[in-house]
């Protein structure tokens, strides 16, 4: 993997790049739609590719490791062939899954030990068999294995979590060095930051995963309850130890606010199920704020989706059309719900690329942020 910067932001610490992978480049700032078990909900690839234009997916290591599996990936050539996706692709590792099973985990220093949301079989995730597993996989990029820890956190908790974080990343990176990809082509591993909302635990492991001298780096731990305000002062923190020359990753981010503020920041990538998950539950995503589509106030709005119709490929549909569909539960109101706010956030991460290559990204952002979270 090769990362080069071509501009930097004058007024902010945004910069916009270009990631060179096996499967092609990565255009950042980059959003990165979810495909948790090999599949971005309700969405087709060809529309990904033509309609929305994504470059990298991301797939999930927990659950493509319990369903289909590794038996089912590995003789099919990995997930890109699996699904019939040319594209990059990152992983996970599942340690954000298994954060979210608090009740059916045990965390030890040898790994972690959770039972299966689908049948309660019991599993053993340690950095060595995660490194295998992704490699089996066959992302582009994958992800070390760590520990996310809850907000709120304690600081002795928050603490021993990271040094076992960081123990864990050494084994991470010993596995992933002895091994060979599987399907011939590079893959490339991710360290994670973490540390809680605790700035010098931040610091500390910021300048850890400095000197581990990976391609790229990723920021976890963060968007699990925090305040924003805490969010931006510890990615802030981060990206100003991390190296200026690899691309930065922010797990799990955000609101289309929480991107451009962090992009800000130094962030180049970008994951969250927020558009997707929030896309089939009513809510739309648009550049003058955002409208819940279950409102009665559409049912006779014949417009489209959104104002510009330019720069969105869905304004064949109205919001009364749309409204109708989510009422009535038909499967295509989900699916033209989150075309369009897939489409909104690769529209907006694209916009903030090219405001960065004009110089005018700060004036932009700060515009843009007044309007997003506008209730329609």
Known sequence: MKFELSAADPHSKARAGKITTAHGEIQTPIFMPVGTAGSVKAVHQRELKEDIKAQIILGNTYHLYLRPGLDILEPAGGLHKFIGWDKPIL?????????????VRKIKEDGVTFRSHIDGSKHLFTPENVMDIQRTIGADIIMAFDECTPYPCDYKYASNSLNMTHRWLKRCCDRFDSTDPKYGYEQTLFPIVQGSVYKDLRIKSAEFIASI??????????SVGEPAEEMYAMTEVVCDILPQHKPRYLMGVGTPINILENIALGVDMFDCVMPTRNARNGMLFTKNGVINIGNKKWANDFSP?????????DQVYTKAYLRHLMHSKEILGSQIATLHNLHFYLWLVQQAREKILEGTFYEWKNKMVKVLGTKL
């Open 91 to 103: 992983t996970d590792s599942g340690g954000y899954q298994v954060y979210s099973l608090s009740q």
């Open 305 to 313: 989706i959104e104002a510009d119709s330019d720069l969105f490929a």
């Open 213 to 222: 001298d990976r391609e790229g780096n990723a920021i976890g731990g963060l």
